[in-house]
């Protein structure tokens, strides 16, 4: 592949790795306030530059993402969403999964999701969570969270930062 086709290449996968997250977004907190889906999209970006920066991390985060650099990890966005176990919208079994492919054009949340995926993929987004990589719904509490601290509660959702 010549140069001028990889170059064109690179900003439709930046641009498709955007949409990937703003989906997540309306499929997991279209319904909460904007803080939160700001939140959702701060944690989704946090995994996406540990795993550009660490191997661990990229297994854990981005499972079959080829080793990156810090110039690349708009392009982990969607393989973060979409890594398996870390958003429920993306099992195909999960009942949102479907509305993934049939999101309403028009629909005003997924407009706000779309504008926070694109300042997450710019690197505009600030993040209210304190550099966390887990979350849940703040009206269960899953096994994995017993006993941790939460960095924050935003808009019904419970953020921790990754085990240090």
């Known amino acids: 592949m010549s140069a001028a086709p990889a170059a064109a290449a690179a900003p439709r996968a930046a641009e498709r790795a955007a949409e990937t997250l703003a989906l997540t977004l309306w499929a997991e907190a279209a319904d909460r306030p904007v803080r939160a889906v700001e939140a959702l999209a701060a944690l989704v970006a946090n995994r996406a530059r540990l795993a550009a920066s660490d191997e661990a991390a990229r297994l854990r985060f ?11 990890w708009p392009l982990l966005l969607g393989r973060a969403c979409r890594a398996p176990f870390l958003f429920r919208c993306w099992n195909p079994r ?7 492919g049939e999101a309403p054009e028009g629909d005003p949340a997924l407009a706000v999701c779309r ?10 987004l600030p993040d209210p969570t304190g550099g966390a990589t887990h979350w849940h719904d ?4 899953p096994g994995w969270a017993l006993g941790r601290v939460p960095a924050a509660e935003i808009g019904g959702l419970v953020f921790y930062r990754a085990e240090g």
């Open 62 to 72: 981005t499972p079959g993402a080829a080793a990156a650099g810090a110039a690349s």
């Open 138 to 141: 703040a009206a269960a509490l």
């Open 94 to 100: 999960h009942p949102r999964h479907a509305a993934l």
């Open 115 to 124: 504008r926070v995926a694109r300042r997450a993929a710019a690197g505009s």
